[in-house]
């Protein structure tokens, strides 16, 4: 059965912190692994990964993705506030379509 | 910037009813797809939709459930009879390369 795994389930940081969010998964057919923010309702999209290896970045968020280790890691550096949300991976694969599973996501607070 | 929009934001039905979801996906977009997401547990893919017709399905989307593309622009799902375990957020979804997601419709069955 696909899946998709990700630790942690929660972290609080104080603004300024560096966190590293795992995510792991076993999906057949993968095509590409996504990163999404969820604050109140939809999850906003954050980056898309297919090859191994090559960083994306946008301003303070940065993310990669291992194929080898079936793995991928989003960074946030100097953390904000505005950062508290729901981290989520998802990773299309399987379907001819590339429907996302997802995993539970990591609930980050950032305290001032 | 374009975006997913959808319809009502909340829905609260009695047990049985019918109920319909609305989408409007961004216009370019080809693939449409609908998740559900109970409170407190992951996102679940429900159905993929392309060319006028689904492409694949979840076991969680049995014969309750079904989507339409009625005209151009709205997507729909529509849950015949529901159930208590229905109620969560429904999320519309479309794809050139990326997904993005509409802001959802929170169901209550009660």
């Known amino acids: 059965e696909d899946k998709v795994v990700q630790s942690p389930l929660s972290l609080v940081v104080h603004e300024g912190d560096t966190v590293t969010l795992n995510c792991s998964y076993e999906v057949t057919n993968f095509r590409s692994l996504l990163w999404y923010k969820q604050e109140k309702k939809a999850p906003t999209f954050l980056f898309m990964l297919?090859?191994?290896?090559i960083e994306k970045k946008s301003g303070r968020l940065s993310s990669i993705l291992d194929k080898k280790e079936l793995s991928s890691i989003l960074n946030i550096t100097a953390t904000q506030t505005g950062d508290s949300a729901i981290y989520l991976c998802?990773?299309?694969?399987?379907?001819?379509?590339?429907?996302?599973?997802f995993g539970k996501g990591t609930k980050l607070s950032v305290k001032p | 910037e374009p975006e997913v929009t959808q319809t009502p934001s909340h829905q609260v039905t009695q047990m049985g009813q019918e109920v319909i979801l609305r989408c409007v996906p961004i216009s370019n977009h080809l693939y449409f797809y609908w998740y559900r997401q109970i409170l407190g547990q992951k996102v679940e893919f429900l159905v993929s939709?392309?060319?006028?017709?689904?492409?694949?399905k979840s076991e969680i989307f049995d014969d309750q459930f079904s989507v339409e593309r009625p005209d151009g622009s709205n997507f729909t799902l529509k849950i015949r009879s529901t159930k208590l375990e229905d109620s969560a957020m429904y999320f519309c979804?479309?794809?050139?390369?990326?997904?993005?997601f509409g802001p959802g419709t929170r169901l209550l069955v009660l």
């Open positions: 979804a479309s794809n050139a390369e990326t997904q993005y």
């Open positions: 998802a990773v299309a694969g399987g379907g001819s379509q590339g429907n996302l599973i």
């Open positions: 939709f392309y060319n006028n017709e689904i492409s694949e």
């Open positions: 297919t090859s191994s290896g």
